[in-house]
């Protein structure tokens, strides 16, 4: 199966691969079947249109992909996903995903994992002390994903040194 681009992160759940692309301007999250590994097929995609920004982590919980990515300028928009770091998309309908929310840090994330109704994100070093009750500052944030198109800040810490 030859994509055409390069596939920068893969999360498998199920029958289904979730792929991350590194070059914007194509679907920057694609969905493969992978049920039959001797002949995958893409089923669907979005692309998030940032050329210069490429998906970083992909984790899948329930009907939910989350999804982040490199910074983004501009603030996170709930209708179209302008903006967010951390994109929510729903994938229900495996044929059709769709952006339900997102979070917006301002910052290039490292690393993603949701358990429960909470979303752990990790992000690059930021100047200053972590305020707990905006995320300002904040290199490791926790939210409250109950409601995937709007998610709450519950928490953070602020580490000064790389979450790699």
Known sequence: MDMGIGVYYVYVAGKYAYLGIKRGGLN???IVDVSNV??????SGIDFGYPSVYVNKIVVSGKYAYVTNGAVAGTCSSADSTGC???ILDISNIS?????????????TDRVYVVGKYLYVTNDIIAGTCDTTTATGCEFRIYDISNPASPVFVNGLDRAISTE
């Open 85 to 87: 770091e951390v994109r």
């Open 38 to 43: 001797s002949s995958p097929k893409n089923v």
């Open 28 to 30: 920057e999250f694609q």
């Open 96 to 108: 059709s995903p769709t952006f339900v929310g997102g979070i917006d840090l301002a910052i290039s």
